[in-house]
């Protein structure tokens, strides 16, 4: 069975930093691409960032250019999102996702697995 179970989410000031990890059990993750999405709500769920399998190759989206940082360790299975500088508009519920890899175009529209999400609040 496989289980992507993110943590490190919680509430910070504006201007804060937090660690998102994502932590993968059924599966080998050097065979796969990851995301990190994220849905506030009333809103759809969009992409933050996203790397190949080997970790060589990343996209971020406009809003996390600069800010976020993200990173995988393939021996630990474990996916990673760096967040600094954090707004009130980064409050979302974060997940990440996994599929398999192809050659990289950035973040997809489908992904075979998804974790259940960690909560991240900003306070201005």
């Known amino acids: 069975q496989v289980q992507l179970v993110e943590s490190g989410g919680g509430s910070v000031q504006a201007g804060g930093s937090l660690r998102l990890s994502c932590t993968v059990s059924g599966l080998l993750i050097d065979d796969y691409d990851m995301g990190w999405f994220r849905q506030a709500p009333g809103k759809e769920r969009e992409a933050v960032s996203c790397i190949n399998w080997s970790g060589s190759i990343t996209a971020y989206a406009d809003s996390a250019k600069g800010r976020f940082t993200i990173s995988r360790d393939n021996a630990k299975n474990t996916l990673y999102l760096q967040m600094n500088s954090l707004k009130a508009e980064d409050t979302a519920m974060y997940y990440c996702?996994?599929?398999?890899?192809?050659?990289?175009?950035?973040?997809?529209?489908?992904?075979?697995?998804w974790g259940q999400g960690t909560q991240v609040t900003v306070s201005s």
């Open positions: 996702a996994a599929v398999r890899a192809v050659p990289f175009g950035g973040c997809r529209d489908e992904y075979d697995y």
